[in-house]
């Protein structure tokens, strides 16, 4: 069978090879099975890149993540780069490969396993079975706009400036995405802003509004202040959704609500750009980095890494079944006790990154 989609792996460094190997072995099980039927490259990307290329992201491997269907991004960096130029340094791959894609919704679910509720720093009955989606804007507001800087104001004063700036058409396009996501899923958007204090973010409120009305009326639309929303999102994190909200506060909640669920080594993340034609620009990663201090050991936690391909197929492959499959084969595995280190605890049993990927494999095959 000729293959339909088209899939680029960017393993990058550290811990990144090790839990792209463990992905592999699921991607690799889905192929044999005919059931992802896709066109798989491979590409040095960060430290790898610059230690054989000189560089973190040649202009080959951009073009590639530019044309493939989705792109899966392992981590990037390291101490024995830590040295080189900031323009030089492994990080600058990721920032190359989100402004040349042009990814402007960053998605960030944060999913509490039942079988990991008790790993979060709130109470079990809060979190538990937690399921909830944030879409930050990720290329535009306070962290792009113009004017921008220190400037000396005299007298020994000096000024920093940032500038909070959003046009109806960057909003448009993020709020069309929360809406699509929250049709899948159960149907709730909130949107987060400051509308009480931010012009920039009244337009927000008003183009959401205008959007749920014409476009989307059979999702509910909510608004909240970003200062309830924190506070919403560690008293009753499960009354959510879909939230949608800017660049900086989704910055801010994002990571917040990943910590409910315990764990770096649990947090998808997916980054989407604009649809042309049946194409959207999409890179999935997980939130975690390199992690230097336990790369090359076989302890890294792959089920960040695994959600993240999770959401590739629900996504970008409209593969529903087969990212329920994934999703449920993780929470069966964490309930029959396996755990990698990041999240041993007592009475479970520590297994290697490598263990853990086979026992999801099993479990996938026994589930299909
Ligand atoms: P990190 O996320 O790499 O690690 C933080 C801590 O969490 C470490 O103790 C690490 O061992 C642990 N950890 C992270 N992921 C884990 C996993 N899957 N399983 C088990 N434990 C895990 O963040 P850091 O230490 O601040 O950064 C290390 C390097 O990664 C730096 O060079 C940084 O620039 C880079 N980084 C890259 C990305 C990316 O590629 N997207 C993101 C963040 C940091």
């Not at 899939?7 to 044999?32: C, K, Q, S, Y």
């Not at 973010?201 to 509910?220: I, N, S």
């Not at 604009?274 to 620009?281: E, N």
Request: charged share 25%; hydrophobic share 45%.
């Amino acid at each position: 069978m000729t293959a339909n989609r088209s899939l680029l792996l960017l393993p990058g460094d550290g811990i990144g090879p090790e839990v792209m190997d463990a992905t592999r072995r699921v991607i690799d099980w889905f192929d044999r099975e005919n059931r992802l039927n896709v066109d798989i490259g491979e590409a040095l990307v960060g430290g790898a890149s610059i230690d054989a290329h000189g560089m973190p992201l040649t202009d080959d491997t951009l073009e590639r993540a530019k044309s493939v269907d989705a792109v899966l991004f392992g981590a990037v960096g390291g101490p024995r780069w830590d040295g080189l130029d900031f323009s030089m340094r492994p990080e600058r791959a990721l920032l190359g490969l989100r402004k040349e894609m042009e990814l402007f919704a960053n998605l960030r679910p944060a999913v509490v396993y039942p079988a990991l509720s008790h790993a979060s720093s709130l109470k079990p009955d809060i979190v538990s079975g937690l399921d909830i989606m944030i879409v930050r804007e990720l290329t535009g507001g306070i962290y792009f706009g113009e004017p921008r800087g220190i400037e000396d104001a005299g007298g020994g004063e000096r000024r920093g400036v940032n500038t909070l700036v959003y046009t109806t058409h960057e909003i448009l396009r993020v709020g069309r995405v929360a809406f699509e996501l929250a049709r899948k899923r159960n149907g709730r958007v909130c949107s987060v802003d400051k509308s009480n204090v931010l012009e920039s973010t009244l337009l927000w409120r008003e183009e959401m509004t205008r959007l749920g009305a014409e476009e989307y009326p059979d999702v509910e639309l909510t608004h909240m202040l970003a200062d309830n929303a924190a506070m919403q999102l560690v008293r009753d994190p499960r009354q959510f959704d879909v939230m949608v909200t800017t660049n900086m506060f989704g910055d801010i909640l994002s990571d917040c609500a990943a910590m409910l669920t315990g764990s770096l080594g649990m947090l998808p993340s997916a980054s989407l750009g604009a649809r042309s034609g049946d194409r959207i620009p999409a890179l999935y990663e997980p939130v975690h980095g390199s992690a230097p201090d336990i790369a090359g050991t076989n302890r890294a936690n792959p089920l960040a890494m695994l959600s993240s391909f999770a959401m590739m197929l629900r996504y970008s492959f409209d593969l529903q079944e087969e990212a329920a499959l994934v999703d449920a084969s993780i929470g069966a595995v964490l309930e029959s006790g396996l755990r990698t280190a990041d999240i041993m605890e007592d009475g479970a049993r520590q297994v290697t990154t490598t263990a853990m990927a086979e026992a999801l494999v099993r479990e996938i095959e026994k589930r299909a």
